[in-house]
């Protein structure tokens, strides 16, 4: 027996034969709720207004899961998913120091890099970093303590390998990476 138009789910079958309650989906744009939050009606009837609140919850209001059993919002998922790339030259180095160079990565207040993923070319080369990337030994390339700036070593020996580079005048300096919310 098909559903004809006009005639409306009511209930829809869940685990093991038991039949649940529907209520359809609301758009977010239906009401002003900073915060959209789950519930379960297993220990009553939504009838009786019993209802179990779950750990699952969205934030409406600014876009960002704050706590680990949050629904990611569509606009975190852009954020954490979507490889930011910029492109650098010598002149827009922050910091010519001894040992390195820094380059900020203009990111807006609340985010840092995240370290996974990451990836830093100059002229086209790969650099090379590891665990944990703030270390500034045995690397190419490490992040400050606040993952908002990267430091590209100056030539530097470590166990007979050679790593860093002095950037020139005329260098291409490419980043790769995602951020996350602080």
Do not use: C
Not at 14 to 33: C, D, L, M, Q
Not at 89 to 115: C, H, K, M, W
């Amino acid at each position: 027996m098909g559903i004809g138009y006009g005639s409306m789910i009511t209930e829809l079958q869940g685990y093991k034969g038991s039949t649940r309650k529907y209520t359809a989906p609301v758009s977010e744009s239906a009401f002003g709720g900073d915060q959209l939050q789950f519930y379960s009606n297993l220990s009553g009837s939504l009838k009786d207004g019993r209802q179990d609140k779950m750990p699952f919850a969205m934030n409406m209001r600014n876009g960002r899961a704050t706590d680990e059993q949050h629904v990611l919002h569509y606009r975190d998922n852009a954020r954490f998913s979507v490889m930011r790339k910029m492109e650098l030259r010598y002149s827009d180095i922050e910091t010519n120091a001894a040992t390195y160079q820094t380059f900020n990565l203009v990111l807006p207040v609340g985010f840092r890099a995240t370290v996974m993923g990451t990836r830093v070319k100059v002229n086209g080369i790969p650099q090379i970093n590891k665990t944990p990337w703030t270390d500034t030994s045995g690397v190419d390339y490490y992040f400050s303590n606040n993952y908002r700036k990267i430091n590209i070593r100056k030539p530097h020996t470590s166990s007979g390998v050679v790593y860093g580079i002095t950037l020139q005048d005329g260098d291409e300096i490419q980043f790769e990476f995602q951020t996350e919310v602080l």
